[in-house]
Structure formats: structure tokens, C-alpha cells
């Protein structure tokens, strides 16, 4: 054995890698999330409410609200109060948007856009077949969420209130059932409101929703016209009075001779006298029976 070979001496060191990793990056990352957090919120504690309802916009509708301090307006592009002066220019906007529409050769005379002395009302009319909802159905088809969907959110630019009403043909429902078209003139206003409401009609710009069977019929020479089925949109002035306070749509609802031309009014030669045949998943009717 060599006794002159040098002795090596081997030290191993311990890994420090799994206590100091960048766990703590993480820690420190939420930390400063939360003071930044807790300073924004104690920040606008102490701000106006101007500011208040500028940041809270903003987060409700980055693309337009921020920018209507105060308003409940949503939406980006051209937006105007309506009043007896300008309220053409909404029915000449919504005509030009249906025309665009890919379905409209198909509806385009189930539409009536007319200036009222309430406002603008909108009519969905239906046909024998169903146009915008399937027959005896309160739910909306294809057609008529494409089409309700367009106007919602044309409206929802508006500050102006909206009523929606809905209307029957005088054809009953069985009497031994439990519906009838009042439920079903209801339905389908509210239906129509629902779908208008997640399209970004505000919450509280929907001030009423009213069903009227077959009291208010379209057509009075004929109960069964498939045109006295529909959906009415009113959109309502928007008035100053003399204390500068918005003034409230009139009450009532009562259908108004128009002032203005109907965007789409369907001739004699194209309303059909079929009467409606409820679909085959709604109560049985009975023609002999009246409401």
C-alpha cells in the first residue's frame, strides 16, 4: 500500500432548492393583489358618486357605459332621446336594420313600425302558420329571438321606457282546461321581455307587461285573423315637464290611431283567414267554447 497517496475527503452538502422556490413569488403576488385591492375599494369609499357610477359603467359595459357618467344608456354607437320630433329617426333606423335582416322577405309583412301619439309601436303579427312563435306556444322560435334580439338592442340605446303588450285571435282554448289566451297573451309579452332583458334592455326600462287576449283585436271584422295574434313594442316619449323631470308614459295602453307610415303593413290580399290550429303539446281547445 502506497502511504503516499493523498487522502480525499468528500463533503456533501444538502439541497436547499425545495424550501427556497419560488413559492413564495406566488405569496408575495396575491399580497399585493389584495392591498392593491383593498386600496381601490377604500379609494372609491371616498370618491363622488359620479365617479362611483363612472367605474361601475365601466365594468358593467367596458365598450360604451364608461363614457355615460350617471346614465343607465348601454351600448356603443349613436344613442338620442326620443320625442315627438326626432322619433322617425328610430323608425327609419329600425326599418334599415329589418331590411338587412337575411330572413326578412319572409316576415316583412308581419312587421308594422308606426309613429302613435304614445310613441313608437312595433308590431310582430303572426300568420296562420306561426311567424314568430309556433302555434298555441308562448316561447319565442328562430325566427322571432333573431328578430327581437336586433330591436333590443337597438332600444337599449335609449333612455326611453318600453311596454310591451301581448294579443290573441278570439279562437278559445277548451273550457275544461286552465289555460286560456289570457295566459297565453301574458306569456308571450313576458317572453318577449325576458329575451329583450339579456340582450340589454335595461331592467328598469321595461315598465309594463300586459296581456290582452282577444280585447283588442287587430283586425275587428275578423276575431280569427291571424294578424290579431301578436307581440306590441311601445316605446314611449321622453318629455321634460316644467320641474325638469323626465315625464312618465301615459297609462292605459290603449292602441292609438298612427300618425306615421307602417314600415311593413301587410295588404288585404295577404291576410290569411286560417284559423290558428294550436300545436299538438298545447291544451286541447274546443271551438264550440267560448273565454
Given at each position: 500500500m502506497d502511504k503516499t497517496r493523498p487522502i480525499i475527503i468528500v463533503k456533501?452538502?444538502?439541497?436547499?432548492?425545495?424550501?427556497h422556490g419560488g413559492a413564495w413569488k406566488v405569496a408575495y403576488a396575491d399580497f399585493v393583489t389584495a392591498m392593491m385591492s383593498l386600496f381601490i375599494v377604500l379609494w372609491l369609499l371616498g370618491s363622488s358618486k359620479k365617479v362611483q357610477e363612472a367605474v361601475g359603467g365601466y365594468f358593467?359595459?367596458?365598450?360604451?357605459?364608461?363614457?355615460?357618467?350617471?346614465?343607465?344608456?348601454?351600448?356603443?354607437?349613436?344613442?338620442?332621446t326620443?320625442?315627438?320630433?326626432?322619433?322617425?329617426?328610430?323608425?327609419?333606423?329600425?326599418?334599415?336594420k329589418i331590411r338587412q335582416m337575411s330572413d326578412f322577405e319572409k316576415f316583412k309583412s308581419h312587421v308594422?313600425?308606426?309613429?302613435?301619439?304614445?310613441?313608437?309601436?312595433?308590431?310582430?303579427?303572426?300568420?296562420?302558420s306561426g311567424t314568430f312563435f309556433d302555434s298555441g306556444?308562448?316561447?319565442?322560435?328562430?325566427?322571432?329571438?333573431?328578430?327581437?334580439?336586433?330591436?333590443?338592442?337597438?332600444?337599449?340605446?335609449?333612455?326611453?321606457?318600453?311596454?310591451?303588450?301581448?294579443?290573441?285571435?278570439?279562437?278559445?282554448?277548451?273550457?275544461?282546461?286552465?289555460?286560456?289566451?289570457?295566459?297565453l297573451s301574458s306569456d308571450?309579452?313576458?317572453a318577449a321581455r325576458r329575451l329583450m332583458q339579456v340582450n340589454g334592455v335595461g331592467s328598469t326600462?321595461?315598465?309594463?307587461?300586459?296581456?290582452?287576449?282577444?280585447?283588442?283585436?287587430?283586425?275587428i271584422h275578423d276575431s280569427l285573423d291571424p294578424s290579431n295574434r301578436r307581440i306590441s313594442l311601445i316605446v314611449h316619449y321622453l318629455e321634460n315637464n316644467d320641474n325638469?323631470?323626465?315625464?312618465?308614459?301615459?297609462?292605459?295602453?290603449?292602441?292609438?290611431?298612427?300618425?306615421?307610415?307602417?314600415?311593413?303593413?301587410?295588404?288585404?290580399?295577404?291576410?290569411?283567414?286560417?284559423?290558428e290550429t294550436r300545436s299538438p303539446g298545447a291544451p286541447a281547445e274546443n271551438p264550440a267554447s267560448k273565454e
Open positions: 456533501k452538502k444538502g439541497s436547499h432548492s425545495a424550501h358593467k359595459d367596458p365598450t360604451g357605459t364608461a363614457a355615460k357618467i350617471g346614465s343607465n344608456m348601454q351600448g356603443a354607437g349613436e344613442n338620442f326620443l320625442t315627438k320630433d326626432n322619433m322617425p329617426k328610430l323608425k327609419n333606423r329600425l326599418e334599415q308594422e313600425i308606426t309613429v302613435t301619439s304614445e310613441g313608437l309601436r312595433i308590431e310582430l303579427m303572426e300568420s296562420a306556444r308562448p316561447q319565442l322560435n328562430t325566427d322571432g329571438r333573431e328578430l327581437l334580439v336586433m330591436i333590443a338592442q337597438e332600444l337599449a340605446k335609449l333612455p326611453n321606457k318600453i311596454s310591451i303588450e301581448g294579443h290573441t285571435d278570439s279562437k278559445p282554448y277548451a273550457a275544461s282546461g286552465n289555460y286560456s289566451n289570457w295566459e308571450r309579452a313576458n326600462q321595461v315598465t309594463q307587461v300586459r296581456g290582452f287576449a282577444d280585447q283588442r283585436l287587430r283586425n325638469g323631470e323626465d315625464a312618465k308614459p301615459p297609462a292605459g295602453g290603449e292602441e292609438k290611431k298612427p300618425e306615421g307610415a307602417a314600415a311593413a303593413k301587410p295588404s288585404a290580399g295577404n291576410q290569411e283567414k286560417t284559423p
